[in-house]
């Protein structure tokens, strides 16, 4: 079955570092589009950033843009987001997801927490 778990959130320091991964399996990986979303305590869940399938076109929200790097390995059907100069308001659960065609599928979120 379709799977997609995400790794590597956790607890950090403002201005640190994490970087998330997102492991796919139960689907053709390398033909779908690859997406971070997140989502705060009481807020709606957000496109964090994009990255497409053979192409690689990768896209950013406002508030990640050059802070944050979305990338994948198709050989090891995964997906990364490297996240640097963390600050508190990116506190919230990320989520990985597929899309293609109208079909989307969703991890379970990993934890990130940016605090001193």
């Known amino acids: 079955q379709v799977q997609l778990v995400e790794s590597g959130g956790g607890l950090v320091q403002p201005g640190g570092s994490l970087r998330l991964s997102c492991a796919a399996s139960g689907f053709t990986f390398s033909i779908y589009a690859m997406n971070w979303y997140r989502q705060a305590p009481g807020k709606e869940r957000e496109l964090v950033a994009s990255?497409?399938?053979?192409?690689?076109?990768?896209t950013y929200a406002n508030s990640v843009r050059g802070r944050f790097t979305i990338s994948r390995d198709n050989a090891k059907n995964t997906v990364y987001l490297q996240m640097n100069s963390l600050k508190p308001e990116d506190t919230a659960v990320y989520y990985c997801?597929?899309?293609?065609?109208?079909?989307?599928?969703w991890g379970q979120g990993t934890q990130v927490t940016v605090s001193s």
């Open positions: 997801s597929a899309f293609r065609s109208g079909t989307r599928y």
């Open positions: 990255i497409g399938s053979i192409s690689a076109l990768t």
